[in-house]
């Protein structure tokens, strides 16, 4: 019988899914705010940083075209260093997720799976 069969005759209290109460538990709200709160402003510093790269690339060519050493310019620099932020938001978004999201989220599972909702 699932979790969300009725147990008992009529009138039986109806038992609630247990993934619909991890859901509403206060656990889950503080999982989604340390998300939202890290990935809420990293997504705005990136697309701040690529806006910038783009916006001068359109509007002070001449600026990205000067040279730095040999045929190395601004805007080449600035492109690889699109890529060099990339990785390291990645490194600290897993760092991040490893101390404040992965203990939360493995409780609220395995009190799901163990029945405890």
């Known amino acids: 019988m699932s979790t ?3 147990i008992g005759g009529v009138g039986a209290p109806r038992p609630v ?3 619909a109460a991890a859901h509403t538990s206060t656990e889950f709200a503080t999982l989604r ?3 939202r709160g890290f990935v809420l402003p990293m997504t705005a510093f990136f697309l701040a940083w690529y806006f910038l790269y783009v916006l001068l690339a359109a509007f002070a060519p001449h600026y990205m075209a000067t040279k730095v050493v040999g045929n190395v310019n601004i805007g080449l620099i ?3 260093l699109q890529f060099v ?3 390291a938001i ?3 978004y897993v760092r991040f997720a490893s101390r404040n999201l992965d203990p939360l989220s493995s409780q609220i599972r395995e009190r799901v799976e163990g029945g405890a909702w």
């Open 4 to 6: 969300t069969e009725r």
């Open 17 to 19: 899914d247990p993934w």
């Open 33 to 35: 705010q340390r998300f």
């Open 78 to 80: 600035f492109g690889l």
């Open 85 to 87: 932020s990339t990785f």
């Open 90 to 92: 990645t490194t600290v």
